[in-house]
């Protein structure tokens, strides 16, 4: 978080700076909201209010923003606007962009691609031009999702926000400088945006509680307050009595306001943004910075506000915030942060690297000599210089992950990732095309081939694939049948709604629609004899990307009285959807459950994530405890095929040949994550599906 000095530092400036004097307090204050941060994200149940740190932050900025421009007098707005815009590039830049390359770099070499990881990338690019809280908010990012948590640039959302404030805060504030009725309009101007912004939060809330927390219209408000609150400061004035009664009473108020921000650190909650999570440490930080600077020194709270530790502390708390992010998720995806040692480890590291960017990049560039004789545009066209090169640089390592990266995941990852082929080796010549096709909510990717003679015989049938990302992960072996046989391939990405999985007990009206939408596409387009490829997930996972296990006995999640009756629903509901399409002479395939692991293979891959605590359930299963876990979809499955004149396919004994299922075999990886297969599976399981397709058999009931 941008700590600057607002005020100025004795010795450390030119004569007749604009600036304020400079109150060590108000270091402390960061010390406060930057161990607060850091420890919520070490360990939330410690502090789970402590997120709120950023909100103490805000405030500060506000507060000081004011202090460094409030007496200025070398010009007008144009003045005005070169020398902040400047001040503020050689204070959040240079530290900013250090630590943003080398996130980068550590996240090539660690972090494999995945859906756990899939911001992270754009996260970070954003973050170099300060927009990554629009990103976030765009992506319905929230920011205490669990996925969150494998993001290293996801804290650059609060950057963001102070970045596009100082856009727009010379603007406002100019009038301030100019004295007399002018500072009025500047009054009425911070009061006006604060109050649409308090008003935006409390609507956008509503709607959207991710774009809430994330943007600068919703956060404008807390800025603004410390803004409102310097500038009444300093055109409050009092007799000599008055001042002598309210300083008497400032220091039991200063404890007050200190007490509230304590409170609002463990009580302050997700989803309580703006009201009333926000307010609390908004008014505690307002009434500790107009109340601790009003007793100065006289009592043992300002002292210690005041003191060595704590103002050294303040003086770093940008660093410390910028890097204690990273170095927390980067632990989380190779050794973990669990156990006390490595919980120990991720505070030296954070601590020793924050040490070394406020000492060598963000203390040098910050109050350089040589950038003082520049003129004020010169820095910032060398900063706006510097931040593209960077950028440039961050680019290039994100398109050379597979290159760089020490994770075997993205060395070997035509073997991990399911990907549509291309072509074949044994057929020169032929290649696979893909054209996207949307009908209304249908979305569609059609895969075809070309440059091939037309096989001999009687056509194969056209394949139309529909689930979820199950039916995804099938890419490359539904690729495989295009180049072999020469049927087209239909695959519904069917984003954010499943089908066919017989366990999800309501669906939302979106996905109603839109599996109608897919089967009435369906419907026009497959001749009979084409098959229709159902693949999801039917059973509930044993565990998620993000490595945390199933709160429920997962194994008996699908017995029961209620489960029963769930998936007897769920059938009834797909005999009716589905008799339209079997009438029409098109046939249904089913595929039947797939093992399932503990763990996610793709982050347990490599010597640097092997031990993470997330891999503890180790990478297999028993046989006979997943064949029994899945019986129960086995037998609804074959109640449908047995209605629908349908087949199942299974690939179980495939995947799991043995009395125990891994997630290797002879090195090669047969699961990406718990559930999802790799692109070897794909392959290995290619003439299975392709004999089952081509030769229309029919699975048994059992």
């Known amino acids: 978080m941008d700590s600057t000095d607002g005020t100025a530092r004795t010795g450390s400036t030119l004569s007749h700076s604009p600036r304020a004097d400079y109150l060590p307090f108000v270091d402390g204050l960061r010390a406060i909201a930057v161990i607060a941060v850091i420890v919520y994200h070490l360990r939330p149940a410690w502090l789970p209010g402590g997120f709120a740190g950023v909100d103490v932050f805000f405030v500060i900025s506000g507060f000081v923003v004011s202090a460094s421009v409030s007496r200025w007098d070398r010009g007008g707005l144009r003045e005005l606007l070169a020398y902040f815009y400047a001040r503020r590039m050689q204070r959040i830049a240079p530290a900013l962009v250090a630590c943003l390359l080398a996130t980068m770099l550590a996240s090539a070499l660690f972090i494999p691609t995945a859906w756990l990881s899939s911001s992270n990338d754009m996260t970070g690019l954003f973050a170099f031009v300060g927009l990554s809280n629009f990103y976030l908010a765009a992506n319905h990012a929230d920011y205490f999702s669990p996925s969150t948590d494998f993001n290293p640039f996801t804290h650059t959302w609060s950057l963001g926000v102070e970045e596009q404030f100082y856009l727009v805060f010379p603007l406002l504030f100019f009038a301030w400088t100019r004295g007399g009725r002018w500072r009025q309009l500047a009054l009425a101007l911070f009061g006006l945006t604060l109050l649409c912004s308090l008003g935006d939060a409390w609507l956008r809330a509503q709607r959207d509680p991710g774009a809430a927390f994330y943007l600068i219209s919703t956060r404008f408000w807390q800025l603004a307050s410390g803004v409102l609150l310097f500038l009444g400061l300093s055109r409050w004035s009092a007799s000599d009595a008055l001042r002598m009664r309210l300083r008497r009473t400032a220091n039991a108020g200063a404890w007050l306001a200190l007490a509230l921000l304590g409170a609002s650190f463990w009580i302050s909650a997700p989803g309580a943004f703006p009201f009333p999570g926000a307010w609390m ?131 070997h990852a035509d073997e991990w990732y399911p990907e549509a082929l291309k072509s074949l080796p044994e057929r020169p010549g032929c290649i696979v095309s893909k054209s996207k096709r949307q009908d209304g909510t249908a979305r569609s990717r059609v895969y075809a081939r070309t440059g091939c003679a037309v096989e001999p015989g009687a056509p194969a049938p056209a394949l139309f694939a529909l689930g979820d990302s199950h039916a995804l992960g099938y890419v490359t072996l539904l690729s495989e049948y295009v180049l072999r046989t020469g049927a087209p391939v239909t695959l519904y990405p069917n984003s954010g709604c499943s089908y066919a999985n017989l366990r999800s007990p309501v669906e ?105 605590p997330v891999c503890a359930a180790g990478l297999s299963v028993s046989r006979s405890a997943m064949e029994d876990y899945r019986r129960p979809v086995v037998a609804s499955l074959d109640r449908l095929a047995s209605a629908l004149d349908a087949s199942v396919w299974d690939p179980f004994d495939l995947l799991c040949p043995g009395p125990t299922c891994t997630a290797a075999r002879d090195d090669h990886p047969l699961f990406f994550d718990g559930d999802h297969i790799s692109a070897y599976a794909n392959r290995l399981l290619y003439p299975s599906f392709a004999k089952f397709i081509l030769a229309g058999q029919h699975h048994q009931t059992r």
């Open 281 to 411: 440490p908004v008014l505690a930080t307002l009434g500790l910075l107009a109340l601790v600077q009003r007793e100065h020194s006289r009592s043992l709270l300002s002292a210690g506000l005041a003191s060595g530790a704590m103002v050294a502390i303040g003086q770093r708390s940008y660093s410390l915030y910028l890097w204690h992010w990273p170095v927390l998720v980067l632990l989380r995806w190779t050794t973990g942060i669990q156990s006390w040692p490595l919980a120990l480890a991720a505070v030296v590291l954070t601590v020793v690297l924050a040490e070394l960017s406020y000492r060598w990049v963000e203390a040098p560039l910050r109050y350089s000599p040589v950038l003082r004789q520049w003129p004020r545009i010169r820095v910032l066209a060398a900063g706006l210089v510097a931040i593209a090169a960077c950028a440039a640089v961050s680019v290039v390592l994100v398109r050379s992950k597979p290159v760089v990266s020490l994770s075997t995941v993205m060395r």
């Open 508 to 612: 939302s009206a979106a996905c109603v629609a839109q599996h109608k939408a897919i089967l009435a596409d369906i419907a026009r387009t497959a001749k009979p004899g084409d098959v229709v490829f159902l693949a999801a997930l039917r059973l509930n996972r044993l565990s998620d990307q993000d490595g945390m296990p199933s709160e429920f006995d997962v194994f008996d999640s699908l017995r029961g009285r209620s489960a029963e009756q769930l998936r007897h629903k769920a059938e009834l509901a797909l005999l009716t959807e589905l008799r339209t399409l079997r009438d029409a002479g098109v046939r249904i395939v089913f595929e039947a459950p797939k093992p399932l692991l503990p763990v996610p293979a793709f982050r347990c891959s490599d010597v640097f994530n092997a031990g993470n």
